[in-house]
Structures are given as structure tokens and as C-alpha cells.
């Protein structure tokens, strides 16, 4: 489908979409947890058939991290997945790239779910949505906006009425799986493979990224915003 921004090599976007009519795209771990996994499987020039790994792995995810993959089509900066959407920072290796990868991302995750749950018809909304990030203020405020996206499932008004509990939040966020902040946050686990740290800004790799500076950004562009 055309793009009013047609995607560019080497250039990072934040790439979103939620179910259609706000419909649920997760509904227990292991649909999260297949996400994931095709986060980093998918990425990449080769087929694959995942129900051929999981018929040998007798449907157990445990070793898609340790599968070879061909050239990546994208690099992921990050992510986060909640209930009904999710969201990407993408960067364009090469042509046509994240419309590869998110054709087949999408197109492998929608039939999971369909055949799971028996249903038919799209699950995402189309087109997915992007936005290019092109300045420093994106990129800081991009990456802590996904990073304290999952707030809004135990505090819906956070982003309009601030963080009321700070330490709740961020004992939650901390040990929210289903995201890329424990990643940056460096624990060790297998899912770290997804990113490409290489090409993430190095402002923001020097950065504390914890709880309290990506509190802190998020709150700097909604006052700027507000003051704009």
C-alpha cells in the first residue's frame, strides 16, 4: 500500500499497529511470548516455517533464539507489546526492508492467532502505521514513550495525570517481559538477541536509561508540547 513517506535506508521509524476495533492481539504469555519470538525469526531474507520448528521443538519456544538466521532485513532498536498494539523502532537496512519484514511478522503472528483462537478475517489494522524519527528530541522521546507504554495497563490516566506511584511503576516496568527495557536495562536473557545495540544512538546508550530519566523525558515533551 502507498505511503505518503515512502521508508529510506538507513533511517530509524517507529512503526505501530494495534488489532482491528481495538481488539485484544494478546490474550495469555504464550501469545506474547510467540510474538517475540517472531520478532527475531522473521528478521531476515530466508523463509521459515514455523510450524516445522515447532513441530520438532514439540512446541516449545525455548530454542528460537539459538536458530541461524540468513541477513537481517531490519535492525530493532526496541519494542513494547501490550494487550491490543504494540510498537517498533525499526531502522532500513536495506531496500523495501521493514515492508518485508513487517509483511511477514504480521502475516505469521495473524495466522497463529486465527488458527489458535478459530477465528478469520485481518487481526491488525492496515496499513500499519509508521513515523520517521529524524532528531534527537524523536529519539529520546520515542524510546521512553514504548519503554513506559505498559504503565497504562495498571495506571490507565499516567499520561495525562503523571505517575502517582513511583515505586510500583517501576518494580513493574522492570519486570515487564514483553517489552526491550530489561534489555537495556542489560539482565541477561535470551530475548536480547532481537536488538541491534550497534545502531542505537550513543547519546542515548550513554544514557541511565532507567525508570527515572525515561519518567523524566517523557515529561519534558509533553510540557514542550504543551507550551508550543
Known amino acids: 500500500m502507498y505511503r505518503k513517506t515512502p521508508f529510506a535506508e538507513n533511517e530509524h521509524y517507529h512503526i505501530y499497529s494495534r488489532g482491528v476495533e481495538k481488539r485484544k492481539i494478546f490474550l495469555n504469555t504464550k501469545d506474547y511470548n510467540r510474538f517475540v519470538a517472531l520478532l527475531y525469526i522473521m528478521n531476515q531474507t530466508d523463509p521459515f516455517r514455523m510450524d516445522n520448528f515447532m513441530r520438532e521443538n514439540k512446541n516449545n519456544l525455548t530454542n528460537i533464539f539459538n536458530e541461524e538466521r540468513n541477513k537481517p532485513l531490519v535492525s530493532i532498536l526496541g519494542y513494547c507489546l501490550m494487550p491490543n498494539h504494540f510498537h517498533l523502532i525499526l ?3 536495506t531496500e523495501n526492508g521493514i515492508s518485508k519484514f513487517m509483511g511477514k511478522l504480521l502475516t505469521a503472528y495473524s495466522m497463529y492467532f486465527n488458527t489458535k483462537y478459530e477465528r ?7 496499513p500499519f502505521r509508521s513515523e520517521h524519527i529524524s532528531s534527537e528530541s524523536q529519539y529520546m522521546y520515542i524510546f521512553s514513550y514504548i519503554h513506559l507504554n505498559p504503565l497504562s495497563i495498571i495506571d ?19 519486570n515487564y517481559q514483553f517489552s526491550s527495557f530489561q534489555d537495556f536495562l542489560e539482565k541477561d536473557r535470551p530475548e536480547k538477541i532481537i536488538l541491534d545495540f550497534s545502531l542505537i544512538p550513543e547519546y542515548i546508550k550513554n544514557m541511565e536509561l532507567g525508570f527515572k530519566t525515561y519518567e523524566q523525558l517523557f515529561q519534558e515533551n509533553i510540557n ?4 508550543s
Open 156 to 174: 490507565k490516566t499516567w499520561k495525562e495525570d503523571g505517575v502517582k506511584n513511583k515505586n510500583m511503576a517501576k518494580d513493574f516496568l522492570e
Open 120 to 126: 478469520s478475517g485481518p487481526l491488525l489494522t492496515r
Open 224 to 227: 514542550a508540547k504543551q507550551q
Open 91 to 93: 531502522y532500513e537496512r
